[in-house]
């Protein structure tokens, strides 16, 4: 089954102490990029991969960090996680740039204290 | 950059009563465009994509929309929602230019089905 697996599902952590969130995907695709959902704002980019070794910034990027040394794997790296970045975040992968076989993940709801 | 406008925050309809959700969008350059749901506690589903070809575009779950070049819009609709239709629909655009292109999500419209 076609899918992009996100880990953890909830996270609450303090401020300060860096994490990790984990998106992998099963369907070799090349595109993956990380989203954040937040109220009223709808989905908004934070990084994208274009392929391994390969990673731009979107259109909030500021305290995260990206790495894509395997083709499946895209982890979103918080150094040091402020209050403003709670959040509910999305990993996504596509077959192709444009989005037209795009698949999300379920999603890590993220809270900062 | 595109931008993408979602009108409505929040639509209330009774079950079996018709919808249009309501998109538009900035850049009337080449796009992609898509209608995104995402039920209570879920991730984005794909309810359906203009690529080319006919403006009308059929979904899954009966969804349906119209793609208008001209007023930049791509309205989704629905003749008849049921109670299971409650949840948070987000429009999506996808710009064609450059190499890589991402997406640009509206604000989102809750759409709430009451009985």
């Known amino acids: 089954e076609a899918q992009v697996t996100q880990n953890p599902r909830y996270l609450i952590t303090v401020t300060g102490k860096k994490l990790t969130v984990t998106c992998s995907q099963n369907m070799n695709h090349e595109y993956m990029s990380w989203y954040r959902q937040d109220p009223g704002l709808g989905l908004r980019q934070i990084y994208y991969?274009?392929?391994?070794?390969?990673?731009d910034k979107g259109d909030v990027p500021e305290g995260y960090k990206v790495s894509r040394k395997e083709k499946r794997n895209f982890p979103l790296i918080l150094e040091s996680p402020s209050p403003n970045q709670t959040s509910l975040y999305f990993c996504a992968s596509s077959f192709d740039g444009q989005g037209r076989r795009a698949f999300f993940g379920q999603g890590t709801r993220l809270t900062v204290v | 950059a595109q931008s993408v406008t979602q009108l409505d925050s929040q639509v209330p309809v009774f079950e079996e009563a018709p919808v249009e959700l309501r998109c538009n969008y900035s850049s009337s350059v080449s796009v992609y465009l898509f209608w995104y749901v995402q039920y209570p506690n879920q991730g984005l589903q794909l309810l359906l994509k203009y690529l080319s070809g006919s403006t009308l575009v059929k979904g899954i779950n009966g969804f349906e929309a119209e793609f208008n070049k001209s007023q930049t819009s791509f309205h989704l609709r629905k003749p008849s929602v049921h109670i299971s239709d409650t949840a948070e629909y987000f429009c999506a655009v996808s710009d064609l230019r450059g190499n890589f292109n991402k997406f640009y999500f509206g604000s989102g419209t809750k759409l709430n089905v009451k009985p």
């Open positions: 991969s274009m392929n391994v070794e390969v990673t």
